[in-house]
């Protein structure tokens, strides 16, 4: 069967795939451009999220558009989603289980987008999409290429509110992620 982007907003908002779609207040979609050749995927939407059904509000959300800003992007001009659609209580991690029974939903995002970079936002992201060994502190800023498409990872825009010093370099993998995709358009 081929999916919309309807069809999927429509099973996210009735999924009870998790014990999480008894929890949340809103599933949390994907945003941005359906045209967008990056992807930036986290792990889980936070508490804001949760209440507004919007990925990146709140203050990880004002530091994700400086370092968009910075590097001459806006949310206009990409796609943001996370692996897991609904809030962890207690901004936990999202279980095993969780992620697996969402991935289904990320796939068919990634498949309707077909973007030609994909930016992990965190450990938990680059973990389930790129490796389960990697490791965000020594990794980050790194490329590996599959299926015609640059993935790299870096910090997740929480990690610079508990530690501010993170921020320019968070910047410097942000504007590589922008030279990546000029190289990668030629």
């Known amino acids: 069967m081929q999916y919309t982007w309807n069809d999927i907003e ?5 999924c009870t795939c998790c014990p999480l779609s008894r929890t949340r207040n809103r599933p949390v979609m994907g945003r941005g451009s359906h045209q967008a050749d990056i992807m930036l995927i986290a792990e889980a939407p936070g508490g804001q999220e949760d209440q507004q059904g919007i990925p990146f509000v709140g203050r990880s959300g004002e530091i994700l558009d400086s370092l ?29 289980e969780e992620k697996e029974a969402c991935f289904p939903y990320l796939k068919y995002e990634t498949y309707l987008l077909k973007p030609k970079i994909i930016v992990c936002l965190g450990r938990v992201a680059a973990q389930r ?19 015609n498409c640059a993935l790299t990872a870096t910090y997740h825009p ?29």
């Open 10 to 14: 429509q099973h996210i908002a009735a």
């Open 68 to 96: 968009l800003r910075d590097c001459g992007l806006t949310r206009e001009e990409i796609y943001i989603t996370n692996i897991v659609k609904c809030h962890p209580p207690g901004n936990r991690d999202p279980k095993d």
């Open 129 to 147: 999409i790129i490796s389960a060994d990697f490791r965000i502190t020594r990794q980050h800023g790194t490329w590996i290429y599959r299926k």
């Open 158 to 186: 929480s990690a610079i509110l508990r530690d501010p010093s993170k921020y320019e370099m968070v910047k410097e993998d942000f504007y590589e992620i922008v030279k990546k995709k000029t190289e990668w358009m030629d």
